[in-house]
């Protein structure tokens, strides 16, 4: 059985698409290291040959040698170095697109997401496999090389080097387990003040508003503060074991030469040996001491792999399904229950009902009645926790969305346009045809309006069309929604933000949608709006409590006549988010 498409495989195939890479680094790192046995063995030989022979041919001919193998070992550095750091790139190429869509698609199952932060953790992951942290990984294998060398010298001082090894593992193990759980702990509270930060930032009109930015400011103190002493607890704790790391590194290298020096009293060893043996102790310890240094960008690194192990563990990829001939609108829904992502309680509860394609259909009913759900399930954003719905018969969770994105329209109660040009928010950020645009805009009936802009089409609108009024924004939206040759058309309060002149204009887009035969849903609790439609369906507590004729509906909402007053059709009340 095939393991490798596995989800809990993803980032661990990710990386192990660079293990030939990892190899060759790993094979540089065996040369690096033995020419780090360069500088003693120079010492040992000027100190017990060149010295003793006092031959200056002798020390030359080291010397260029030496130089040498220095060169080699600056330029096996480099390569090292340019391999990680190409892996890092090409693991970031292979995980970015998937990281990308799982963000969304973890907010539209969860109806909440991990908002940048997968991003930031692959930065994190691709930064750490480009340091000194990693370097210490490849070096540490290599320390029984110099340990064996110690012994080569002389059994004391290969020793003496096993110990000291034991010392510094002991206190890089003391350093993992005193630092993890405060690490941990500090990352997870920042993730979440940085969430809770950025979500009141997007709502600071209405915090400055009333008044409520201090108090904001209060609550986001609290868990950055959190955040400090954790890192302060967890820095303090690393600091103490780095700085006793470096300082017992620094007294084994002076109590080795020690050693040697007892070594050469008793004739078993030459001045140059008791040298070299404390410069090749240095070298072999070196990568436990860089190990303990660089924890803290360790730790963080393992989080990071472990928060996006996660989510590409809950998130699997979507699966790619057969293309399908394009719809033609007819849309039928048969038993819906379904939820907001992340609820329990079902906001629509059996729903039953089809379009034909090419029809009309307003869609009424007081707050709360799950008139929103039923559009995000009709589009398939939301999915049904039980039922079909249909697309010219064809399961709307079935359709690639790449494929079905083209034939929708959907125009949400809450507007988002997005940092570009008005052209590019219509034309959906893809190429911008210029005629399409135009067309979609002069049907939506906001040609004119676009014209008066300062740029026109080319107007730059800024992130979340900042620089448009409510109004403007939902006609743009409309445009955006009828760009192309749409077959469904989902319209949720198009009104909302819209004055008379506006409204007028929405009626006629719709009639236009109309003619076209495009399959229309329209959600309103504003009458004027129905005068377009072909039916109406009520919706009451996630139930289709009536579905007929326009005429038919409404005459069911009309007040009754009274003295003086003339007959006039109901308002639906006002539609909180459903």
């Given at each position: 059985m095939?393991?490798?498409?596995?989800?809990?495989?993803?980032?661990r195939?990710?990386l192990k698409?660079?293990r030939?890479?990892?190899?060759?680094?790993?094979?540089?790192?065996?040369?690096?290291?033995?020419l780090?046995?360069?500088?003693?063995l120079?010492?040992?030989?000027?100190?017990?040959?060149?010295?003793?022979?006092?031959s200056?041919?002798t020390l030359?001919?080291?010397t260029?040698l030496v130089?040498f193998?220095f060169?080699?070992?600056g330029?096996?550095?480099l390569?090292r170095?340019?391999i990680?750091v190409?892996i890092s790139a090409?693991?970031d190429?292979a995980?970015?697109?998937?990281?990308?869509s799982?963000?969304?698609?973890a907010?539209?199952?969860?109806g909440?997401?991990?908002?940048?932060?997968p991003?930031?953790?692959?930065t994190n992951?691709r930064?750490?496999?480009?340091?000194n942290?990693?370097f210490?990984?490849?070096?540490v294998p290599w320390?029984?090389v110099?340990?064996?060398?110690l012994f080569?010298?002389?059994?004391?001082l290969?020793?003496?080097?096993?110990?000291?090894?034991?010392?510094?593992l002991?206190?890089?193990t003391?350093?993992e387990?005193?630092?993890?759980?405060?690490?941990?702990q500090?990352?997870?509270?920042?993730?979440a003040?940085?969430?809770?930060?950025?979500g009141?930032?997007?709502?600071?009109e209405a915090l400055?508003a009333m008044?409520?930015?201090?108090?904001?400011?209060?609550?986001w103190?609290?868990?950055?503060?959190?955040v400090?002493?954790l890192?302060?607890?967890?820095s303090?704790?690393?600091?103490?074991?780095a700085?006793?790391?470096?300082a017992t590194r620094?007294?084994?290298?002076?109590l080795?030469?020690?050693v040697?020096?007892?070594?050469?009293?008793?004739?078993?060893?030459?001045?140059?040996?008791?040298?070299?043996?404390?410069?090749?102790?240095?070298r072999?310890?070196?990568p436990?001491?860089m190990?303990?240094?660089?924890?803290k960008?360790?730790?963080?690194a393992?989080s990071a792999?472990?928060?996006l192990?996660?989510?590409?563990?809950?998130i699997p990829?979507r699966?790619?399904f057969?293309s399908?001939?394009a719809?033609?609108?007819?849309?039928?829904?048969?038993?819906?229950?379904?939820?907001p992502?992340?609820a329990q309680?079902p906001?629509?509860r059996g729903?039953r009902?089809?379009?034909?394609?090419?029809?009309?259909?307003?869609?009424?009913g007081?707050s709360?009645a799950?008139?929103?759900?039923?559009?995000?399930?009709?589009?398939g954003?939301?999915?049904?926790?039980?039922g079909k719905?249909?697309?010219?018969?064809?399961?709307?969770?079935?359709?690639?969305?790449d494929?079905?994105?083209?034939?929708?329209?959907?125009?949400?109660?809450?507007?988002?346009?997005?940092?570009?040009t008005?052209?590019?928010?219509i034309?959906r950020?893809?190429?911008?045809?210029p005629?399409m645009v135009?067309?979609?805009?002069?049907r939506?009936?906001?040609h004119?309006?676009i014209l008066?802009l300062p740029?026109?089409y080319?107007?730059?609108?800024?992130?979340g069309?900042?620089?448009?009024?409510g109004?403007?924004?939902?006609r743009?939206g409309l445009?955006?929604a009828?760009y192309?040759?749409?077959?469904?058309?989902?319209?949720?309060?198009?009104?909302?933000?819209l004055?008379d002149?506006g409204?007028?204009a929405?009626?006629?887009?719709?009639?236009?949608?109309k003619?076209?035969?495009?399959?229309?849903?329209?959600i309103?609790?504003?009458?004027?709006?129905?005068?377009?439609v072909?039916?109406?369906?009520?919706l009451?507590?996630?139930?289709?409590q009536?579905?007929?004729?326009r005429?038919?509906?409404?005459?069911?909402?009309?007040?009754p006549?009274?003295v003086?007053?003339?007959?006039?059709?109901?308002?639906f009340?006002?539609?909180?988010?459903?």
């Amino acid at each position: 059985m095939n393991h490798s498409n596995r989800p809990d495989d993803e980032l661990r195939a990710a990386l192990k698409a660079g293990r030939d890479s990892f190899i060759f680094a790993g094979f540089f790192s065996l040369f690096i290291n033995l020419l780090m046995l360069v500088p003693p063995l120079y010492m040992l030989q000027v100190y017990d040959r060149v010295l003793a022979s006092r031959s200056s041919s002798t020390l030359l001919m080291l010397t260029i040698l030496v130089v040498f193998l220095f060169a080699i070992l600056g330029l096996l550095e480099l390569l090292r170095t340019r391999i990680l750091v190409r892996i890092s790139a090409k693991l970031d190429m292979a995980l970015s697109p998937r990281l990308f869509s799982a963000m969304f698609d973890a907010k539209l199952r969860n109806g909440r997401g991990a908002g940048v932060q997968p991003i930031d953790d692959l930065t994190n992951l691709r930064q750490f496999l480009t340091g000194n942290g990693l370097f210490a990984f490849f070096d540490v294998p290599w320390m029984p090389v110099y340990i064996a060398v110690l012994f080569f010298m002389h059994p004391w001082l290969g020793w003496f080097a096993v110990g000291a090894a034991i010392l510094l593992l002991v206190l890089a193990t003391a350093n993992e387990l005193t630092t993890r759980k405060p690490l941990g702990q500090a990352n997870g509270v920042s993730i979440a003040a940085r969430n809770y930060l950025g979500g009141n930032l997007r709502n600071a009109e209405a915090l400055e508003a009333m008044g409520m930015i201090q108090r904001v400011h209060a609550r986001w103190s609290e868990r950055h503060h959190e955040v400090l002493r954790l890192q302060a607890l967890a820095s303090d704790r690393a600091g103490i074991m780095a700085n006793l790391s470096k300082a017992t590194r620094i007294t084994l290298q002076s109590l080795i030469l020690g050693v040697g020096a007892y070594l050469v009293i008793l004739q078993e060893a030459t001045p140059g040996i008791m040298i070299a043996g404390s410069i090749i102790l240095g070298r072999a310890l070196a990568p436990i001491d860089m190990l303990i240094g660089t924890w803290k960008g360790f730790l963080s690194a393992r989080s990071a792999y472990k928060r996006l192990h996660d989510l590409l563990l809950a998130i699997p990829k979507r699966p790619r399904f057969m293309s399908l001939p394009a719809p033609d609108g007819s849309l039928m829904l048969d038993g819906v229950v379904a939820a907001p992502p992340g609820a329990q309680t079902p906001v629509l509860r059996g729903v039953r009902f089809d379009v034909a394609a090419g029809e009309v259909v307003g869609i009424v009913g007081p707050s709360a009645a799950g008139k929103s759900t039923l559009a995000r399930v009709v589009l398939g954003v939301w999915p049904t926790v039980a039922g079909k719905v249909r697309l010219s018969g064809a399961d709307i969770s079935h359709w690639n969305r790449d494929e079905l994105g083209p034939y929708i329209g959907y125009l949400p109660q809450d507007i988002e346009l997005f940092d570009g040009t008005v052209g590019e928010n219509i034309a959906r950020f893809g190429e911008v045809d210029p005629e399409m645009v135009v067309a979609a805009a002069q049907r939506a009936q906001v040609h004119e309006m676009i014209l008066h802009l300062p740029k026109g089409y080319d107007t730059p609108i800024g992130e979340g069309g900042s620089v448009l009024s409510g109004g403007q924004r939902q006609r743009i939206g409309l445009a955006r929604a009828m760009y192309g040759n749409p077959v469904l058309v989902v319209l949720d309060e198009p009104n909302s933000n819209l004055d008379d002149q506006g409204e007028a204009a929405l009626v006629k887009a719709i009639l236009q949608l109309k003619e076209e035969g495009s399959t229309v849903l329209v959600i309103t609790h504003r009458p004027n709006v129905l005068h377009a439609v072909d039916k109406i369906i009520v919706l009451r507590e996630g139930l289709v409590q009536s579905i007929g004729p326009r005429d038919q509906i409404l005459a069911q909402f009309a007040r009754p006549t009274a003295v003086a007053a003339q007959p006039k059709p109901q308002a639906f009340p006002s539609q909180a988010a459903s």
